[in-house]
C-alpha cells in the first residue's frame, strides 16, 4: 500500500527533479521517494552516533589501540 502527499519545491529544485526523471526515465516520485528513503536512513544514523557520542559508558579507544588492533 502507498500513500499519496504532495510537497512545495523551489522553482530550481522541481526542474532539477523533472531533468532527473527524464534521464533516468523513472518518474518524479521514484526519486524523491529513494532520496527520502535516504536522508532518513542517514538521520537514523547520526541519532546513533549522537547518542554513542553522549553515552559515557561507552568505552573511548584510541588510535594507538585501534591501529594496533587493525595491524596499521
Known sequence: M???ISVRLSDELALKLTEIAKET???K???VQKALE???TELAD???AYDRLHDTT???VSIGDMRQE???
Open 2 to 4: 502507498s500513500t499519496a
Open 25 to 27: 526515465e523513472r518518474p
Open 29 to 31: 516520485s521514484f526519486h
Open 38 to 40: 535516504s536522508y532518513l
Open 46 to 48: 547520526l541519532q546513533v
Open 58 to 60: 561507552d568505552p573511548v
Open 70 to 72: 587493525l595491524e596499521l
